[in-house]
């Protein structure tokens, strides 16, 4: 393994991994050019997927992508907390949980012993939770991946003492400046773009896809609205509560909505 050695000249970075796919680490690996200009910036001193290994390292910035799903991941996220002058979480995981988060609203039982063979060598947590559930954050980066560019305009701007750029208008607002055909209104699709927060370029309706809200809630989401609105499409009220359980189901505000929308009617008249 390379070890790296430090360049006092620049501000150093760690980019730590807990529960999650490795799917952000990718985009970061994926950067090609922004890569390099971000090497430019920082020394990356402990990057496991890029071969740098160097986990106990004190950094000025560290990247954490992944939930708290086990006791090993409580531990972790203190130590590198206590060495990191700042901690940016990167992704849905890190910032709410991830798809793993499904755990804490669903009645899920003895999952372990429905998937694995030896279910007692499983040590998880019974919920899924974001960082800033046990550490403070300096800054949230959501998305399921993270988009590249908003994580390096991010870091410039930190390195510059400059408070980056809030990403939390919702999804519409880029959608429509993009010049995007509306799925919901033009084809009834149940886009969740009113709810959730901008970020990725309103990738899948410029596809002509509804949005999955992998990028988290939008500020002061208007959950209600929204499921009176797929409601009004004719999805029953179960999908309706399913369509807010998904990849960042751990947001407070998604949580709340799915539990609000899976009642029952006559339940909720009593
Ligand atoms: S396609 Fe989705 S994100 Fe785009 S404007 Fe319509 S509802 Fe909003
Ligand atoms: S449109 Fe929605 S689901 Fe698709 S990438 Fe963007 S936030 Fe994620």
């Known amino acids: 393994m390379n070890k790296p050695i430090p360049d006092r000249k620049k501000p150093t970075l760690a980019v730590h991994k807990l529960t999650s796919c490795s799917g952000c680490q990718a985009v970061i690996l994926n950067l090609a050019d ?13 990057f496991v997927e890029a071969g ?11 990247l954490v992508e992944g939930s708290i799903s ?35 609203v669903r009645d899920s039982g003895n999952w372990p012993g429905a998937v694995y063979a030896d279910a007692a060598r499983i040590d998880s947590l019974a919920q899924s939770r974001p960082v800033q559930d046990l ?4 800054l949230e980066l959501w998305g399921c991946p993270i988009e590249g560019r908003q994580l390096v305009a991010a870091l410039a701007a930190l390195l510059r003492g400059i408070p980056p750029l809030s990403h939390s208008e919702k999804l519409c607002q880029q959608c429509k400046r993009l010049g995007n055909i509306c799925v919901l209104v033009s084809r009834g699709e149940p886009c969740m773009g ?11 309706p410029a596809f002509g896809a509804p949005c999955y809200t992998c990028f988290g809630p939008a500020e ?8 009176l609105c797929l409601l009004g499409l004719g999805l029953p ?25 899976r009642i029952p009617v006559r339940e909720e008249k009593s």
């Open 220 to 227: 002061q989401p208007n959950t209600e609205a929204m499921g």
């Open 34 to 46: 922004d890569l390099l200009a971000l090497s430019r910036l920082v020394q990356i001193v402990h």
């Open 70 to 104: 086990t006791p090993a991941d409580e531990q972790r996220i203190r130590q590198i907390r206590a060495r990191s002058r700042q901690l940016i979480s990167i992704g849905a995981c890190a910032c709410s949980g991830g798809v793993q988060a499904l755990r804490n």
């Open 237 to 261: 009220r179960r999908q309706v509560a399913e369509r807010f359980a998904s990849i960042s189901v751990g947001a407070p505000d998604f949580t709340q909505a799915y539990r609000r929308w």
């Open 194 to 204: 009113p709810v959730t927060r901008t970020g990725c370029g309103a990738l899948c």
């Open 135 to 138: 550490v403070p954050v300096e």
């Open 52 to 62: 740098l290994v160097a986990p106990e390292a004190q950094v000025d910035i560290a």
